[in-house]
């Protein structure tokens, strides 16, 4: 015994033997002859029992003693998927083709086509069917081929494959934990491939913590490659997904977490929303969160212990903005503050910080160097680097243009290049100042008074203006130790912030 690998070949069907006869030969009113060929791959040996009247299919699987090939209804010797790129054409030796009518064993009426090929999905219903094709050429006196072409295949099915977009699922490189904490709000993303063709796949089932037969809730997959999960309880919880196609066949299931993946965390837990304040730590270098518990220890005393939510990013933003806009928009005011060195990702969130100041929310925004200053939530007309020796020394006065109560001193060497910035007030219905360096004198490396921190409000309607923005450039940490503690901290501004700006 042995086995035949794949092959590939090219058959053609007709009506009649490949005989051409003088065309000079005047001729009788004739019917037209039809051609149909196909391109197939992988073997199939196919048996036509005349007892039972039925063909017997062995896939990949040389035939049992006694068992010949079987031709008959030109039956196709190769299997194949549902997916059929088939090519026809027509010959009338009085006249011209003018088009071409076709049916599958499946269909109930005849289609006319002036196409010489056609991309098909054969309705599979089970794991291996058998379906036949034929066409007619037509001619330009309307008479018909009489026998048509015709060809016979063996369809197997195929499971369908489901797996999670690439990097959909956070990395634990990226968050720095085995753990992925998200808000109550969650949105899977999802690739499925199919070798009998995506249409073919019909539904997709997902379940959220368990997979009872009652738990799987039913997508149509033509609509959904993604689905986004709210009010999701706090806790632990895993998600399952699973592909079924026209036939009945199942992917496997996959699920998230995965803890077979050593890339992804192994835990998943939903955090409550506490409070309308939340901080957002986007400083992932600052791996023993200094910078987060010092504006925890503000928060204790400002609102209270417990009474606001922290979100720590960490490398990459979750990957569905809906997600970073569902996160921030649970709260009224967000303080986020970046990285003093490193990499931050609010750059990637522009459009959700953008939709959230629309939708009235608060920001204050602390981007020490402003690496890139086009914001749309916050437009820039320029910037200029305050300290190009890339030193800004202890004891430098920042001066409130609001209250002489509220000036800062920098209580730490800062030892990165900040920038001051002028806002583009053309964007904005109003701006305002809030904090301006002291003026430069001859020992310092800057002239005036740079602008490093101002507020600002959008127009969302002729009588509606958006919640409100604030960017400061000049860190409040650096990851060790608080920058901006010398003379009032820079607790009383963002008491101020939340208490008087963000209140109205």
Not at 8 to 30: A, K, M, V
Not at 154 to 169: G, Q, T
Not at 203 to 209: G, Q, W
């Amino acid at each position: 015994m042995h086995r035949l690998g794949p092959i590939s070949f090219f058959i053609f069907f007709s009506c009649s033997l490949w005989d051409y006869e003088d065309p000079s030969i005047s001729h009788e009113n004739e019917s037209p002859e039809t051609y149909l060929s196909l391109i197939a791959n992988d073997t199939i040996y196919a048996h036509y029992d005349s007892t039972s009247g039925e063909f017997t299919y062995a896939i990949d699987e040389e035939p049992l003693p006694g068992m010949v090939w079987d031709t008959l209804d030109h039956a196709f010797t190769s299997i194949t998927t549902s997916k059929q790129h088939l090519h026809w054409w027509g010959e009338d030796r009085d006249g011209n083709i003018i088009g071409y009518k076709y049916k599958w064993s499946s269909d109930s009426i005849w289609t006319f086509t002036a196409e010489e090929e056609g991309l098909f999905y054969v309705p599979i219903r089970t794991d291996l069917g058998v379906f036949s094709f034929e066409v007619v050429a037509v001619d330009n006196d309307s008479l018909a081929d009489a026998t048509p072409a015709k060809l016979t295949l063996p369809i197997m099915n195929s499971a369908p494959e489901i797996s999670f977009r690439y990097r959909s699922n956070p990395f634990v490189d990226d968050i720095q934990s085995d753990t992925s904490l998200t808000f109550p709000t969650r949105t899977f993303v999802w690739d499925v491939i199919d070798q009998d063709g995506i249409e073919t796949v019909i539904d997709i089932y997902y379940a959220l913590d368990d997979t009872c037969n009652t738990c799987w809730i039913q997508l149509d997959a033509a609509a959904y490659s993604s689905i986004t999960l709210t009010d999701i309880e706090p806790g632990y919880h895993r998600f399952y997904i699973q592909a079924i196609d026209i036939a009945g066949a199942e992917s496997d299931i996959v699920f998230f977490p995965d803890g077979t993946n050593p890339n992804e965390p192994g835990f998943w837990r939903v955090m409550a929303v506490n409070g309308d304040v939340l901080l957002v730590d986007d400083f992932s270098q600052d791996s023993q969160n200094n910078a987060q518990d010092w504006y925890r220890s503000i928060l204790d005393t400002i609102i209270g212990a417990d009474q606001f939510s922290i979100w720590e990013i960490g490398k990459e933003l979750p990957y569905s903005s809906s997600d970073v806009s569902a996160n921030l928009k649970y709260f009224n005011k967000v303080i986020w503050y970046s990285a003093y060195t490193g990499v931050e990702t609010y750059h990637e969130a522009g459009s959700s910080l953008l939709n959230y100041v629309m939708d009235g929310g608060h920001l204050l925004m602390n981007a020490p160097e402003l690496k890139d200053s086009t914001f749309t939530w916050f437009p820039i007309k320029s910037t200029s680097v305050i300290n190009p020796s890339g030193r800004l020394f202890q004891g430098t006065i920042l001066e409130s243009e609001i209250s002489d109560s509220l000036d800062l001193a920098l209580s730490q060497l800062v030892a990165i290049r900040v920038k001051g910035f002028e806002p583009d007030s053309s964007e904005f219905s109003s701006i305002k100042s809030l904090y301006n360096m002291e003026e430069g004198d001859g020992s310092d490396e800057w002239t005036d008074s740079p602008n490093v921190c101002s507020l600002g409000r959008f127009q969302v309607s002729p009588t509606v203006e958006s919640g409100k923005v604030v960017l400061f450039s000049i860190p409040m940490h650096n990851g060790s130790v608080p920058v901006l503690d010398g003379g009032i901290s820079a607790k009383g501004f963002i008491d101020y912030l939340l208490n008087e700006e963000f209140a109205e």
